[in-house]
């Protein structure tokens, strides 16, 4: 049985043109199966993904279940033709689903890495050379200016589009390097789609929207079934449904089809694919912007720079103006030929900062729960870009932020970055005063510099693995840890971590597991670090709730440290000053205290 008479049509992901070509496409086959590039076990996740009430854009997570962080990302926006693509299928009652890699496969395939492998949907792998070469010879400055002028911008039928990147990602294939991956997958997808064959449907009512390159090869025959008993073996994996950002799709985070002005394609797309609208849009927002900003700037240099925009088009023979365009007619228009203003206030504007948003029927896990309430809570930020917050401790509601911080970073979250805690701190300090130790317990102020990226929710969903609240996940981390350390100081510093996220069970253990290690330690210094930093408990730490139930404990163990550190300062400060400077060094002073 052979894959003749279903309509595979290629795209490149996050393709406005694309997505608009299939949309054309679909209404004029209606048919009855829509299959797309995706993880096949992604399915359940359909009904999330296609609720009306889901705004992208938004990713497909796949994380290992096996307590190993390793994930990748399928990422969607409102032009992604694969989103286009299901949505249309749930709007007229077609069966959509998913054809591409399990996600245990798509994570075995990198199990050192955190995204899709490295080709993107046209084929192209690492080491651009021979496509670079080709936008070059089209008189263009780099591919993805090629690609805006040659597939995106032209207003193509629906056949046609399909028949140009097709033909382009043929002329890739003859001239790149494809990897293993790419043929193992397509052996893949041509296994799903003859299944849904054999189950009945016929071929000319099935619609496949795979990258170009999986078409190309496997319109012309280009695929092994036998393959598919050579795919690697799957990882333990779940899948999640999570928000994403323009931000992060824009830095395409090693993943070939990002693109490079989100927000921007969003307009396009939304003007019907019109990049001169997109245009004059783009250059509108842009000169209002600066307006407020206190730059001197008109309607008549807004349309100006459109003019030179469209003429720009012209001289190079594109049939609208595109990224390119619009940032060099605002330079030499709007922003009086500086560069700053285009860096600072246009980039930010092309990209934009939309994050999506997940509707009623989102699964998420209850850590991503427990996180999303906490920010409406605190009123922490939840934008992916820096915002710096200061907590005073002697607030109760502020002092529980602080605790929540404490424990996304002693979960490995990245969410938050400790920046210190005196009166005034920048990025520019953050890393001279640790977020954890000795300094922790007489703070009366923090400052954090918190954004949330996709980043955040897939370490959530990875984290379940620990448990399904954060204090749970801390105690386990926290005891992982306890379980292999050996120097004192290393032992008092995971205590502070314990008492700062009011991990009960692990500040238990982290006191034995102090008075285990103090005994056998032989070094002066790690032994004056923990004395140090349990006298610091014993000073400041009776307002933490971890350290009510030892009461009497880290005095006893303050004291019995000290006399092991002192036993152990004699002997070593036998020798030259090379050998006792360690030794002299911890008879000094403790670190400054903050104010």
């Known amino acids: 049985m052979s894959l003749a008479g279903v309509h595979l049509f290629p795209v490149r992901h996050h393709s406005p043109r694309a997505a608009r070509a299939l949309g054309a496409l679909l209404d004029a086959v209606r048919p009855a199966v829509v299959l797309v590039e995706g993880p096949e076990d992604a399915l359940p996740l359909l009904p999330q993904l296609t609720d009306p009430a889901c705004e992208p854009p938004v990713a497909i997570l796949a994380y290992r279940t096996d307590g190993k962080p390793q994930s990748c990302f399928w990422p969607f926006a409102s032009y992604s033709p694969e989103f286009a693509a299901l949505r249309w299928a749930a709007r007229n009652g077609a069966v959509g689903g998913f054809v591409d890699w399990p996600a245990g496969l798509a994570l075995a395939d990198d199990p050192t890495g955190s995204e899709p492998p490295a080709a993107d949907d046209l084929g192209l792998v690492a080491g651009r050379s021979h496509w670079e070469e080709l936008a070059i010879h089209q008189g263009m400055r780099s591919f993805e200016e090629f690609w805006e002028a040659s597939f995106e911008a032209p207003d193509y039928a629906p056949l046609a589009f399909s028949a140009a990147i097709e033909a382009f990602a043929e002329w890739v294939g003859a001239h790149g390097q494809r990897e293993r991956s790419m043929d193992l997958r397509d052996a893949w997808m041509a296994r799903r789609i003859l299944d849904r ?260 929710d897939a370490a959530l969903a990875e984290r379940i693995v620990y448990g399904d609240r954060l204090p749970q996940v801390c105690e386990r981390r926290l005891g992982e840890r306890l379980e292999t350390v050996t120097a004192a100081v290393a032992a008092s510093e995971l205590l502070v971590d314990a008492v700062l996220t009011d991990a009960r069970e692990a500040t238990a253990r982290a006191l034995a597991a102090l008075d285990r290690a103090s005994i056998a330690d032989e070094d002066v210094a790690s032994l004056a670090g923990a004395a140090r930093t349990l006298g610091g408990l014993c000073a400041y730490g009776t307002s933490r709730p971890a350290l009510e139930q030892a009461a009497g404990t880290v005095e006893k163990l303050f004291a019995l440290t000290f006399t092991r550190a002192v036993m152990r300062l004699d002997p070593a400060c036998r020798g030259d000053a090379e050998a006792t400077a360690p030794a002299r060094g911890a008879q000094g002073p403790g670190p400054p205290q903050a104010r």
């Not at 025959?221 to 994403?244: S, V, W």
């Not at 103006?321 to 500086?338: K, N």
């Not at 400790?418 to 640790?434: I, K, M, P, W, Y």
Request: charged share 20%; proline share 7%.
């Open 197 to 456: 064959i054999e189950a009945g449907t016929p071929p000319e009512r099935i619609v496949a929207v795979l990258g170009a390159a999986h078409v190309a090869a496997l319109r012309a025959g280009r695929y092994r079934l036998e393959l598919n008993a050579e795919q690697p073996a799957p990882l333990p994996a779940a899948l999640t449904l999570i928000p994403f950002s323009y931000p992060r799709l824009s830095e395409q985070s090693g993943y070939g089809a990002g693109n490079r002005a989100p927000f921007f394609y969003e307009r396009a797309f939304g003007a019907g694919v019109d990049y001169a609208r997109a245009t004059l849009e783009t250059l509108l927002a842009f000169g209002s912007d600066l307006r407020l900003r206190g730059f001197s700037v008109s309607l008549a240099d807004c349309i100006e720079a459109y003019r030179l925009a469209v003429t720009l088009a012209g001289v190079r023979g594109k049939s609208m103006p595109g990224l390119d365009e619009v940032r060099e007619a605002a330079q030499a228009t709007l922003a009086r030929g500086e560069r700053a203003p285009i860096d600072a206030h246009l980039t930010p504007l092309l990209i934009g900062r939309r994050i999506g948003r997940l509707g009623s029927k989102s699964g998420r896990n209850p850590l991503q729960l427990e996180f999303w309430a906490a920010l409406d809570r605190f009123g922490l930020p939840r934008v992916d870009e820096p915002v710096t917050a200061t907590l005073r401790l002697n607030d109760p509601r502020q002092s529980e932020a602080s605790v929540f911080l404490h424990r996304l970073r002693v979960a490995g979250v990245p969410y938050a970055a400790f920046l210190g805690s005196q009166r005034v701190s920048t990025r520019a300090r953050a890393g001279e005063e640790a977020p954890g130790g000795f300094g922790a317990l007489s703070r009366v102020r923090e400052h954090w510099e918190a954004q949330w990226t996709p980043a955040t």
